[in-house]
T-cell receptor, first 112, second 112 residues
């Protein structure tokens, strides 16, 4: 069974569209994350949720809205997509404090 | 400078040892990690070390930590072509809900 799964794996969409990426973890972890990997492979934290509560919100445009319906799910909704949003988005989960963090396989978003 | 720094590229021959180096700036870092990313794939947690340790060995992988110099290394013994990937060093702190700060990754190329 995949520990952290995210869908879709690949997404190509036009500028201005709204899209969502879903993430689920079956590890029983309390904390989930979204990371963004840019074209230069640089990874940066976007959001962190603990037990459905937003803990960390880095300087991400408010077009990005995470939603956590329960602690096993953290979805990412992106409004009015821009070319610069093209990246790989990784969902991750962990136990919270001083822990190992496990990543999903990534969602490759291309905005054209 | 960057919080976590790594050299960008390393090329070795199959069967040799590989050593990937990383430096970090935050002395309060509690856990230090190595992740592997193969082309088109997600992030795989390889190993991690707690800051009160100076060495950890796991099969072909040896992690060395010099806390005084804030230097972390990953040694891969008997490197195989399947080890070709990008290796990310990351740090986290044992305070609050820890997130990972990543280096920019070292691309390891193993030639036959």
């Amino acid at each position: 069974d995949t520990a952290v799964s995210q869908t879709p794996k690949y997404l190509v969409t036009q500028m201005g569209n709204d899209k969502s990426i879903k993430c689920e973890q079956n590890l029983g972890h309390d904390t989930m994350y979204w990371y963004k990997q840019d074209s230069k492979k640089f990874l940066k934290i976007m959001f962190s949720y603990n037990n459905k509560e937003l803990i960390i919100n880095e300087t991400v445009p408010n077009r990005f809205s995470p939603k956590s319906p329960d602690k096993a799910h953290l979805n990412l909704h992106i409004n009015s997509l821009e070319l610069g949003d093209s990246a790989v988005y990784f969902c991750a989960s962990g136990t919270g404090v001083g822990n190992t963090i496990y990543f999903g396989e990534g969602s490759w978003l291309t905005v054209v | 400078g960057e919080d976590v720094e790594q050299s960008l590229f390393l090329s070795v021959r199959e069967g040799d040892s590989s050593v990937i180096n990383c430096t970090y700036t935050d002395s309060s870092s509690t856990y230090l990690y190595w992740y592997k990313q193969e082309p088109g794939a997600g992030l795989q947690l390889l190993t991690y070390i707690f800051s009160n340790m100076d060495m950890k060995q796991d099969q072909r992988l040896t992690v060395l930590l010099n806390k005084k110099d804030k230097h972390l290394s990953l040694r891969i013994a008997d490197t195989q072509t399947g080890d070709s990937a990008i290796y990310f060093c990351a740090e986290s702190k044992n305070s609050g809900y820890s997130t990972l700060t990543f280096g920019k990754g070292t691309m390891l190329l193993v030639s036959p």
